[in-house]
């Protein structure tokens, strides 16, 4: 394993000078990732220009939820407190699932449909049994102690127990669950603090609050500079030299080193149009390697590889909640809530103490808020398929109309081919927002990156020594890259059902009710949700699990030729959804030549 920590746990390894340590690494962006990496690289003694063209608070509608995983990344960097302090955050120990409230049925009748409760894990999954879901409930979250323990607000044996993997809950246990929680916060808080550094548990809050957090962490680095800036472009070696334009056009492979940006000077003046203006001018910082963590919207991506263009799933359309302190409506407190509403899922936390974030996914384009087409959307065909405790506060969130949205982007890893720099975070890699990933994946790669360069092989002006070193990066990301990215794109496929598609439906309820089933078909979804189980391979064998239980009923207790057709169309569905994702990634032995080949051949499923 790369990480010295074993990578199960949180134990904070302390970080060793790098061989490198007294060079100078630039770093742009201080989001997520440019900030943590800024402290991980400082720490090992490099000394870190770290750009940022806004230090100002920010308001973003997504990487408001961390999972365990993440969170086990923080620990280990030694930056958890930025997730768990000072930010009014607010901790999450698992999932709810819900179908819409009321679900039509043959003959016109409706029934109530159950709800599933899927927990994080008691602890770290750390052999193949764990990682795929076989999890003991009776061992404590340290892992070699006896002891049993409880999570944060769990029910006592003498209640309705609702706080397991897999379990299905009645319309009114919601409710019923949230009065007994109150009732032993007082002895559950004790119980958090025992085995809190132990326990797998996310984190959510605004993202802004999070980030200012890490830069102030970076900021009281000694080793890291920050320069309010905009970077305009990548300075490569030729550019130093007169042969720069020949050099390029004779192909030669380039070595970034530095980067060029616009900073104030202090000064103003006059524009064409007779407007005072700050005056900027250009400057260049030169460094042996560059990391480029400008997020999202990266500038930067295409000068490191022109074919890296992310494309558009969906958009989300993001509310806030108001509520008194600590009581969301939200019908389990600490968990994240998935809604699979029609045509696509919708998904509630609570991100403060007074605050519940609500994410709905909308396919194609977005409905006019200027309009009220939006709000008229959100009325009509959002708000029916909520619980009904929500109803009400969504429907006020609704009519203040303060509505942000963003679109959800996907693409696969960039590819890193030049020297001299490292993409992280979404400038590198994106997957659809649905499970709350990004975070994970873009700590994760910090993490990757920092061990790599304590190694004593790690050399940055070394040509051949990099390029060793970003190969090494690109393997070890791979596992929880791949995982996470997969479980993602295909996550958000199952859970929507454009325009009806009567089969979607079919695999999207074979979804739900697998996880219904308890033990490894729940406990395994949710390891790989929380980011405790970096296996794409585990995660194609439940994806195929999901798929063989949905078609059990057309072919049970006799197979008939239209039974036969319906699952035939499943597993072309599941096959279609789930195999570009396994091939893009690279990931399993479903993505080799012969296997996906042959699979193509009885289920064709196109790029």
């Not at 509608?61 to 995983?69: A, F, N, S, T, Y």
């Not at 530095?258 to 064409?272: M, Q, S």
Request: charged content about 20%; overall charge neutral; some cysteine.
């Amino acid at each position: 394993m790369l990480f010295r920590s074993g990578g199960v746990g949180g134990n904070r390894i302390p970080p060793r000078q790098a061989p490198s340590a007294g060079q100078t690494i630039i770093v742009v962006g201080a989001g997520t990732a440019g900030a943590a990496a800024a402290v991980g690289l400082a720490e090992r003694g490099f000394k870190v220009l770290l750009f940022e063209r806004d230090m100002t608070l920010q308001d973003r509608i997504v990487g408001e939820l961390l999972q365990p995983g993440g969170v086990r990344a923080l620990e280990r960097l030694g930056l958890d407190e930025c997730a768990k302090e000072g930010i009014d955050s607010v901790g999450v120990e698992g999932y709810v699932v819900f179908r819409p409230h009321k679900l039509e049925v043959e003959g016109g009748e409706e029934e109530a449909v159950k709800d599933i409760m899927l927990n994080y894990p008691a602890y770290d999954p750390a052999s193949m049994m764990e990682l795929f879901g076989v999890i003991d409930p009776c061992v404590s979250p340290s892992s070699s102690s006896s002891s049993s323990s409880s999570s944060l607000f769990s029910i006592p044996p003498s209640t309705e127990e609702v706080h397991g993997a897999g379990k299905t809950l009645s319309p009114h246990s919601a409710t019923k669950a949230r009065k007994t929680a109150a009732a032993v916060a007082t002895a559950a808080t004790t119980v958090e603090q025992e085995h809190e550094p132990l326990r797998p548990k996310g984190r959510s809050f605004h993202n802004g609050r999070f980030v200012q957090r890490l830069r102030e962490r970076a900021l009281a680095e000694k080793n890291v500079t920050v320069i309010q800036g905009i970077v305009s472009r990548l300075v490569h070696e030729e550019d130093l030299t007169e042969g720069a334009k020949e050099g390029r056009e004779k192909g030669k492979k380039q070595r970034v080193v530095g980067v060029e940006y616009k900073i104030e000077t202090g000064r103003t003046l006059t524009n064409e149009e007779g407007v005072e203006v700050p005056e900027k001018e250009t400057r260049r910082a030169l460094a042996p390697l560059t990391i480029v963590a400008d997020g999202l919207w990266s500038s930067l991506r295409t000068h490191v590889d022109k074919c890296a263009k992310p494309h558009q799933l969906s958009s989300f359309v993001g509310l806030i909640i108001t509520h008194p302190f600590m009581s969301s409506p939200l019908p389990h407190a600490h968990c994240g809530h998935v809604v699979l509403a029609e045509p696509s899922p919708v998904l509630l936390y609570q991100i403060s103490s007074t605050e519940t974030r609500v994410l709905v996914d909308i396919h194609g384009k977005l409905p006019s808020a200027s309009t009220g087409e939006l709000a008229s959307h959100l009325y009509t065909h959002i708000l029916p398929q909520l619980p009904p405790c929500l109803q009400a506060p969504f429907a006020e969130a609704v009519a203040r109309g303060n509505f942000k949205s963003m679109p959800n982007r996907a693409m696969p890893a960039a590819k890193l081919a030049k020297d001299g720099v490292i993409l992280l975070g979404d400038a590198l890699n994106m997957r659809h927002p649905l499970t709350g990933g990004g975070m994970t994946v873009a700590l994760r790669d910090v993490e990757a990156l920092c061990y790599l360069l304590e190694e004593p092989t790690a050399d940055l002006t070394n040509p051949v020594a990099f390029r060793a070193l970003k190969k090494r990066f690109a393997t070890e990301r791979k596992s929880w890259a791949a995982t996470i990215n997969v479980l993602a794109n295909a996550l958000h496929a199952v859970f929507s059902t454009p325009d009806g598609d009567l089969t979607r439906k079919d695999l999207r309820d074979a979804c739900f009710d697998y996880l219904s089933i308890g033990g490894y078909c729940a406990g395994g979804p949710i390891n790989l949700l929380s980011g405790l189980t970096p296996r794409p391979s585990i995660l194609a064998m439940h994806f195929f699990l999901v798929a063989f239980h949905g078609v059990g009923k057309y072919v049970w207790p006799f197979p008939t030729l239209g039974g036969m057709v319906r699952m035939y169309d499943m597993l072309h569905v599941a096959c279609q959804i789930i195999m570009p994702l396994l091939t893009v990634e690279g990931s399993t032995v479903l993505a080799s030549w012969p296997v996906r080949t042959a699979i193509g051949v009885v289920f064709p499923y196109g790029k």
